[in-house]
């Protein structure tokens, strides 16, 4: 099983006005999307993956900024957890980043966060 939690800057910022919903995929195919502090999850098959990230969004810098990917090997019965993580401030120019999360800390950042449902569209 992978979590995916949505823990972005803008996600703590004092005033939320509005950020576009960060889709993931797996091995190249899109299995969900995550909106302001939130988390979804799906299983997987044992053996190497490739997770990625990037915002749903019209503007193209947007979503180059957005963009992220890591890699893993999921084993038999284990879960897996992992984060969006960008640079704190207004204007962040680091990029976000896709970074695998202490079991631990997961469950402080799922309590604090809401169950995401999405949808393809046709």
């Not at 703590?12 to 006005?17: F, Q």
């Not at 053996?47 to 749903?56: E, P, W």
């Amino acid at each position: 099983m992978v979590y995916v939690i949505g823990a972005a800057w803008s996600d703590y910022a004092e005033v939320h006005i509005g950020t576009p919903p960060t889709r993931f995929g797996i091995d190249g195919t899109w299995v969900g999307a995550n909106g302001y502090r939130s988390y979804f999850f799906f299983p997987v098959e044992p053996g190497d993956h490739r997770l990625c990230t990037s915002a749903q969004s019209k503007f193209e810098r947007v979503v180059k900024s957005s963009a992220a990917a890591t890699s893993f090997t999921a084993e038999a019965g284990k879960t897996y957890y992992f984060r969006t993580k960008s640079p704190l401030g207004q204007n962040p120019s680091g990029g976000i980043k896709l970074v695998p999360v202490d079991p631990a800390e997961a469950q402080l950042l799922i309590g604090a966060t809401a169950f995401s449902t999405s949808h393809l569209k046709k």
